[in-house]
């Protein structure tokens, strides 16, 4: 039996500074997010770190204000922080898998 310890991997929504305006916008809680870029990112880091710290892999999910709203149209979700977790959730799982194909020698 193996004593492998499991990991706990978790997505995370991300957001590149260039993006977070259109985000804000294109979202139907975006007056729900913090107003500026700077804002989010502090608030983002200091989550990033305490999952860390509590053993977690973290994988950030970087949001694209222009593919985004199709991946939530084509899913039947509205723009919103469920669908942004859900993508999250999505990105995370398809890395894994990638990982493990990548690592079990079946690429």
């Known amino acids: ?3 492998a310890t499991p990991v706990m991997v978790m997505g995370m ?3 590149k500074a260039e993006h977070y305006d259109a985000i804000r916008r294109v979202m139907a809680d975006g007056h729900k997010l913090p107003a500026t870029f700077h804002e989010w990112r502090m608030q983002a880091e200091t989550g990033e770190k305490k999952n ?6 973290v994988i950030r999910a970087i949001i694209d204000p222009e593919t985004f709203p199709d991946w939530c149209r084509a899913r ?10 859900q993508y999250a959730a999505a990105v995370a799982h ?10 079990d ?3």
Do not use: C, F, Q
Request: glycine share 12%; net charge positive.
């Open 76 to 85: 039947g979700l509205d723009i919103d922080a469920k669908a942004r977790m």
């Open 94 to 103: 398809e890395k894994m898998l990638r990982s493990h194909a990548e690592g």
């Open 13 to 15: 929504v991300w957001y």
């Open 52 to 57: 860390r710290r509590d053993g977690k892999v």
């Open 105 to 107: 020698g079946s690429h």
């Open 1 to 3: 039996m193996d004593n």
